[in-house]
Structure formats: structure tokens, C-alpha cells
Nanobody, 117 residues
Framework: QVQLVESGGGLVQPGGSLRLSCVAS????????TGWYRQAPGKQRELVAH???????NYVPSVKGRFAISRDNAKNTVDLQMNSLKPEDTAVYYC???????????WGQGTQVTVSS
């Protein structure tokens, strides 16, 4: 069983920065694609960024150039550096380990990010 735990959320003013971290319980984490999703009230859950086991990244257009996803396979962590934050970035952010045919997806519990003056 894989457990994912997020941290680093909080309240920040527009233009500020936060760094979210996700730590996994098992060493298999490093073998799979991981990502960050977010869900704002009344909206669908959105894939913000993902990173493959080899380090290739992709971002939703609304955060490209402001956010950066990274992973440290030795520490079983995936981080999301968020800069130039906007009120529309406000959401609960979730870490995800992408499953395959023989392994289900795994999700963290979520961490709240609020961007407001």
C-alpha cells in the first residue's frame, strides 16, 4: 500500500509563493509518473502538472511559467513550486501517483492553498 502525504499549503497574498511537498511511503514511487491536481469549489478537479519517472514535465497552460514540478527519487518526494500566485489558484491541491493496469492510482489527502489579500 502506497501512502502520499502533502504539506506546504497555506494562505498567501497575490504575487507570493508557496512550495508544496508530497512524500510517499514506498520506494516504488520513483518508478511511476506523479502529478499535482487541484480542485476549487464548484469546479472539476484539474491536472496542474505531472512529471514522469524520467523527469519529463508538463503543465496546464494557466500555470506554465509560474509553477515548477520536481521530484527527488532518493527521498520519494514530488514538489510543486508555485510563484506569482493569483486568486484563481485557490484550491485544494492533491498529489497523485499514476497507476497502471495492475496498480491503482494513489492520492494524497490534499492541502489547501488560498491566495487572497
Amino acid at each position: 500500500q502506497v501512502q502520499l502525504v502533502e504539506s506546504g499549503g497555506g494562505l498567501v497574498q497575490p504575487g507570493g509563493s508557496l512550495r508544496l511537498s508530497c512524500v510517499a511511503s514506498g520506494s516504488i514511487f520513483r518508478r511511476y509518473t506523479t502529478g499535482w491536481y487541484r480542485q476549487a469549489p464548484g469546479k472539476q478537479r484539474e491536472l496542474v502538472a505531472h512529471i514522469t519517472s524520467g523527469g519529463s514535465t508538463n503543465y496546464v497552460p494557466s500555470v506554465k511559467g509560474r509553477f515548477a514540478i520536481s521530484r527527488d527519487n532518493a527521498k520519494n518526494t514530488v514538489d510543486l513550486q508555485m510563484n506569482s500566485l493569483k486568486p484563481e489558484d485557490t484550491a485544494v491541491y492533491y498529489c497523485k501517483l499514476f497507476g497502471v493496469a495492475t496498480m491503482p492510482d494513489y492520492w494524497g489527502q490534499g492541502t489547501q492553498v488560498t491566495v487572497s489579500s
